[in-house]
């Protein structure tokens, strides 16, 4: 467990090891540590806050200070709470037995979106499951074509409909076509913009209300901290989603925004993009991120 942390939390955690008992202040040292440690992660400050309110009250009830191993507990206290608050897992698409599945896929532009869209593709491919990607983006004119590319790449039918203005019928097209072609699994390319607004919003709202799809996902950037928190805020109180899919973490970032949207939405996350190739998601393994989070 240890291993994993940095150098100043290792040596941290070490010197209350050596301490053999702890007094609560050399506790609070430590978890003020762990704390900052958070907050480099980018995880948002309330979230940090609350937190460090449980972790405390947890260690103090546990009675770290009279463990044998004081050092040793308290950083198990935090790693499980951490892996606790990031889970549960769940990386299932809970597809329908029968019928067609509909995913809907939101998020900002440039989170990773129409990308995700090709990577569920081919993990859907990869299970012999057929899928069917519909291009819901009218907004911004090359998100057709870009979505068309990935069909071909990856050798998966794509829906669009040129110069049509409304989404909503488009999805419904594309669904029905699915149905006609035996596909299992629809996956909706809606429009993104670089900044949540009204326009957006009812739009996604709207194809929410009308299309129904099963399972609605949310694609974050996880480059960009707190930016992703507050779009993540904005999107589960317009929509009502079922998972979120956390992109770029194959960069340095330390990926602490997961803890914030996870906070903000309180759906499971469900995988995580690690490059910009289209076998680049992984199920998300709570254990992992922690890790990454406290170093
Ligand atoms: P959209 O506007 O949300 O549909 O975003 P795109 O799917 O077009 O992706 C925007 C950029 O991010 C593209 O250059 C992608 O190749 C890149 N991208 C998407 N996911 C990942 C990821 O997990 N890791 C990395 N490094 N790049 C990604």
């Known amino acids: 467990m240890f291993e994993s942390l940095s150098d100043g939390l290792q040596s941290a955690f070490k010197s209350l090891r050596g301490k053999g008992k702890l007094t609560e202040a050399n506790m609070r040292d430590g978890l003020k540590l762990v704390e900052q440690s958070m907050l480099e992660a980018d995880v948002s400050y309330s979230v940090v806050q609350s937190f460090m309110e449980h972790v405390t009250e947890k260690a103090v009830g546990r009675r770290v200070l009279m463990s044998l191993r004081p050092g040793e507990e308290l950083v198990k206290i935090v790693y499980d709470e951490l892996v606790d608050i990031l889970g549960p897992v769940d990386s299932s698409l809970h597809l329908k037995a029968d019928g067609v599945t509909v995913i809907m896929m939101c998020g900002l532009q440039g989170s990773g979106k129409t990308t995700t869209c090709g990577k569920l593709s081919q993990l859907l491919k990869e299970q012999n499951i057929k899928p069917l990607l519909v291009a819901a983006d009218l907004q911004r004119p090359a ?7 990935i069909g071909r790449q990856l050798d998966v039918p794509v829906y669009a409909e040129e110069g049509a203005n409304d989404p909503v019928k488009v999805c419904q097209a594309g669904v029905k076509q ?43 950037d996880g480059m960009t901290g707190q930016d992703a928190v507050n779009s993540a805020g904005a999107f589960n109180e317009a929509l009502e989603l079922d998972g979120v ?51």
């Open 143 to 149: 998100a057709i074509e870009q979505l068309r590319v």
């Open 245 to 295: 899919v956390m992109t770029k973490l194959d960069g340095d970032a330390r990926g602490g925004a997961l803890l914030s949207v996870k906070h903000v939405t309180g759906v499971p996350i469900k995988f995580i993009g690690t490059g910009e190739h289209f076998d680049a998601l992984e199920p998300f393994r709570p254990e992992g991120m922690t890790g990454r989070i406290l170093q």
């Open 178 to 220: 699915a149905q006609q072609q035996g596909a299992r699994v629809v996956i909706l390319d809606t429009a993104g913009r670089l900044a949540i607004d009204k326009e957006l919003m009812d739009q996604l709202a709207r194809i929410d209300k009308r299309v129904k799809p099963d399972q609605v996902y949310l694609v974050v």
